[in-house]
């Protein structure tokens, strides 16, 4: 979740959700009353004569005053009247807004509370997200994507002695250094740049640095610099992040599987969930997006006793396996006692 607007003197907060838990926890800090504002698809209405006519769907900007919401799909779905929209919007009649990730929403309250920011503060990014690096023949800039905005952080020039055809192992070798150090931090590299630099470079990574190809894409960009850099932000940021969260999602629910095997720390299955939820022994919680409506008192319950929850979506093929075991598992702190 990314806060990009607070104004708590006009009760106002733009965010950005950026995770398949964000929805889940914006639900938490909705109220009935709540004034809500974001892009949804809205079908036109016109008469045609005494007759009233649904026309095509649109996509709009609309703000509701919140009445309902309920978690579904992996969706947050918002009802309510609407206060604000175009021209051609039928005020006070009603509407539903689907929050889901990777959208803009804002928020007005009449006062918002510690714990309601608080959750927004936790849900937060705390981590950079992606490491991007776009180059060509003779330089490489680089720059850091993060919950704040986009941090550039300098360049690599390549020799100018360097011509088309000499040897730029050297240039590389000090690149290729560079986002090894960066995968620490980032969740996820992009290199891109205009011509074919960017393929020799992913090239000379694979015969030198295997291990770091898994972390890098390849993307387009027709400058360097932070025009180039500000281009990929542009096209390819959220694509990325996504595939990066399945990345995340595949990771967990293969080493879950794999402590099954072993008979390790974890345990699977809403009532055994559920005990060891209610006993404080929930490291993590894993709920397919699925079944969150049907779980929301257990995530409550790991949520109090500071577990973490990871949301597991079901559009790939990690996703599949848990959601066929179930879709409702943990890693444990300790083997709960068994009723």
Known sequence: MKIIYKNLKTGTLKLKTESPEDPWHLGKVLEKGDFVTARTGRRKTFKRGNEIVRGERVQVTLTIELEHSV????????RGRIISGPKDIELASYHSISIEPYMEVKIRKERWRKDQLDRLRRAGVKEPLLF??????????????KETGLDMLGSIRASKTLGMEDDRS?????IAKLLEDETKTHSAIIVAGPGFEKENLLNYVKARFSRLVKHISVENASH???????????TSANRILKQT?????????????EFMGKNGLVTYGKDEVRKAALAGAVETLLV????????EGMMNAVEGMRGSIMIITSNHEAGERFLYLGGVGAFLRYKAVQE
Do not use: H
């Open 71 to 78: 978690l579904e799909a992996g969706q947050l779905r918002l």
């Open 132 to 145: 991007v690096c776009v180059l060509d023949r003779e330089e490489a800039d680089f720059a850091s994507l």
């Open 170 to 174: 050297e240039y590389y070798a000090e």
């Open 224 to 234: 360097v610099g932070k025009a180039g850099i500000q281009e990929v932000i542009k």
């Open 245 to 257: 969260r399945v990345a995340r999602e595949t990771e967990l629910v293969e080493r879950f599987l």
């Open 288 to 295: 397919s997006e699925e079944m969150v409506p049907e779980n």
